[in-house]
């Protein structure tokens, strides 16, 4: 879906080509996982076809992966997730910052630092996640 998107956003010329792909999420667990996908495939094609890539924006990627994510993904139609918020994120982050953006106009404001000791914590509260990823070992 991701490579129909991306040819009808400018007639992009994407041939034949062979990728693996490997992740340690498990599936459905509401972790942005296909964002990340989408957006790191977007990256890949564009580094393998430079040239049908170069009229095309960062931003008009991140629309072609979040119309791909609404058309495949068991959630893409939910309205709590029908912003891009996902692909901005996927796209634009910085290490070690948060993101100030307004997903509905897709703006970023500010990247806000975070200090190379952490002195805070985050906790994520998502109670339909399953055991099985509460079980993966932090890195």
């Given at each position: 879906?991701?490579?129909?998107?991306?040819?009808?956003?400018?007639?992009?010329?994407?041939?034949?080509?062979?990728?693996?792909?490997?992740?340690?999420?498990?599936?459905?667990?509401?972790?942005?996982?296909?964002?990340?996908?989408?957006?790191?495939?977007?990256?890949?094609?564009?580094?393998?076809?430079?040239?049908?890539?170069?009229?095309?924006?960062?931003?008009?990627?991140?629309?072609?992966?979040?119309?791909?994510?609404?058309?495949?993904?068991?959630?893409?139609?939910?309205?709590?997730?029908?912003?891009?918020?996902?692909?901005?994120?996927?796209?634009?982050?910085?290490?070690?910052?948060?993101?100030?953006?307004?997903?509905?106009?897709?703006?970023?404001?500010?990247?806000?630092?975070?200090?190379?000791?952490?002195?805070?914590?985050?906790?994520?509260?998502?109670?339909?996640?399953?055991?099985?990823?509460?079980?993966?070992?932090l890195e």
């Open positions: 879906s991701l490579i129909q998107e991306l040819r009808q956003l400018s007639g992009i010329d994407i041939s034949g080509f062979t990728a693996v792909v490997h992740g340690t999420i498990p599936p459905n667990q509401s972790m942005n996982s296909s964002a990340a996908l989408e957006v790191a495939m977007a990256a890949l094609l564009q580094r393998l076809f430079p040239q049908s890539f170069c009229t095309v924006s960062q931003m008009d990627m991140l629309l072609a992966c979040r119309r791909a994510d609404q058309k495949c993904s068991a959630i893409g139609s939910n309205a709590f997730t029908s912003s891009a918020l996902e692909q901005l994120t996927c796209t634009f982050s910085r290490q070690m910052h948060a993101i100030h953006a307004d997903a509905g106009d897709m703006r970023i404001f500010d990247f806000i630092s975070f200090p190379s000791q952490p002195t805070i914590r985050l906790l994520l509260i998502a109670p339909l996640i399953s055991q099985e990823f509460l079980q993966l070992p």
